[in-house]
Each structure stands twice: as C-alpha cells, then as structure tokens.
C-alpha cells in the first residue's frame, strides 16, 4: 500500500460535471520559438558529457503542444528522432522525466499501464493506483490511447493479467460505467446503497463483494460521498474500517484507493520508502492538469512544501528536473 499511499497524499479528483477545471504548473509559454527551442536542444545533446541542464530547462518549462512542436523542428534539423535521441542522450531517472514529457498525460498513462501488465509478473500497484484514481473523463481518454498505442483493448489486457474480485472491479471501473452527479439528491437512493454496502459486508458471514463493485463503480462520486456519511448509521465501522475486516490484498488496496480518492483527503507525503518511478509517475502526469492543487493541499496538510519535501529526498538532474515541473515554492 506504501506506493499507493506515496501517491494519494496529492492527488485530488474533481468531481464536477462536464469539462474538468485544471491546476496545472506547467502552460505553454509567449513567444514560444520551436526551431529555437530545437536547435538549443540539438547543441545540448551534441554538447560533450550532454548539457543536462539546457534539456530540462526547456522541456519542464513548455506545454504538451509547445514540446510537440520541438519534437517536430528537431526531426528536420538532427534528421532524427527527439525521443530516441532523448533515451541515448540521458540515462536514470531524469531520462524518465524528460521521456514521460514527450507523450500527453493520458499516452504517459496508457504506456505505464502497458508496462506493468508487460512481461513476467504484474504491477498490481500501479494499475490500482491509475485505474483506481483516475477520473470517468481521464479514463475515457486513456482508454482510446491505448488502443491507438497499442492496437489492443485495455480491457483485454487487464482482465488477461488479474483474476478474481481484483479483475471484476478493475474491468468494472474501465468499462466506464459511472454516473454523472446530478444536482438532484436521492436520498432514498443513498439509504437504500447504504444498506446495501451494509449487508453484503459487515452485517453478513463472507462478502458480496459484487454489491460493493457495482455500487463504488456505477455511482457518481458525490452520491458515493453522501452514502459513506450514512454508511455509519448502520455499520459499527466507517468504511474504510470494514473494507480492511472484509476483503485482503489488492482488492482491499483498490477499494481503499477508490474511497481516498472519493472522499477527496489528502494522505501525509512519506519520504521513506519513496521511489523514483513513483514521484516521477506523480509530478510528470499531473504537472498540465491539477499539481497546483496538489501543492496547495500538500502544503495545507503536512505544513511543508512539496518543493521542499521532494527537494530533500532527490538529488542532481532528476532533482532539477522534478522541482522546475512543481514550479515554485510554497
């Protein structure tokens, strides 16, 4: 759960109808010049030892659409590649935050869930910390991307990869079948779910856990909200508590995810045990849609900065690299 933890302390889901606002920390720059920006980045590349510094302050410093542009000058100046020349140029870490930065968010996503269903073994982590957190709009997209990366079905390929209740709530979650919030409130509705989540777990001996699938996947997220308040009138347990008395490993994992991410809290930053791709995966997806928010809450909760937080815990390029993208100080 560390890894899951490292990442939900930031992340917040909006939970609007329609186009989601954004808080990003990275826009695209005014007098943007792609051909300069490419030329720069081709001497830097070229430059003896590689001139790190040049690369990361150009590319955490322009949007998606500006780094397609140079990815564009570049090809016809070098007559290569940017990507490929990126991964011989760089290596560790700060090549993963540069590389991440040349797909879109939702490529970035697709392509770590590809990876940690790829080969020997499964990311479980990853995929429940993607799957899980990502809103009804961010899996739409992601889910059309990875079919254009990679010829193939998200759905296929997780339900190929995971089995048991595991698989039923991540192919429940994929399939996209959330409601929209409505300014209505059913408070029927939310009695009758709330009973319900009840009586598959806590109340009964083994769990429904087809109940509770349907339920955290086919409501909207301010329902779900309204339906844990009222859980407690009926359960001795909040339902994080009988999530953790009910059902073990992943499953559990997931579902926890799903109700942090719902109920919108911020989890504390843990420095230990802290990894490289997981910070990278954080900032580098979120830096163009809400790492501003994320900051702020970061701040608001553990009363230091996330600058300053992932300051202390990297070092040398990677570091230079995570800090321009976080933007500034708190």
Partial sequence: MALVAE????????????????FPTVRPIRDFDPSRDAARIDTAIKTKG???????????????DQRTYIAFEYEKIAKKDMTTALK????????????????????YDASELKGSMKGLGTDEETLIEIVCSRSTQELAEIKKVYREMFKKELE???AGDTSGDFAKLLLALVQI???????????????????ALYEAGVKRKGTDV????????????PHLQKVFDRYTSYSPYDIKESIRKEVKGDLEKSFLTLVECFENRQLTMGGKGAKDK????????????????????????????LYHTVSDHTKGDYQKALLSLIGGDD
């Fill in 88 to 107: 011989g140029a760089l290596s560790g870490s700060v090549e993963a935050v540069m590389l991440g930065l040349m797909k879109t968010p939702a490529q």
């Fill in 156 to 158: 296929k390929d997780v």
């Fill in 210 to 221: 087809v109940t509770w699938i349907a339920i955290m996947s086919e409501r909207s997220v």
């Fill in 7 to 22: 990442y939900l302390k930031q992340l917040t889901l909006t939970h609007t109808g329609g186009k989601e606002p954004t």
């Fill in 50 to 64: 590689v001139d790190e510094q040049t690369i990361i302050d150009i590319l955490t410093t322009r949007s998606c």
């Fill in 278 to 305: 997981v910070v990278t995966r954080i900032i580098v997806s979120r830096c163009e849609v809400d790492l501003m928010k994320i900051r702020s809450e970061f701040k608001k909760q553990n009363g230091i900065s």
């Fill in 177 to 195: 079948k959330r409601d929209e919030p409505s300014n209505v409130v059913d408070y029927e509705q939310i009695d009758h779910d709330a009973r």
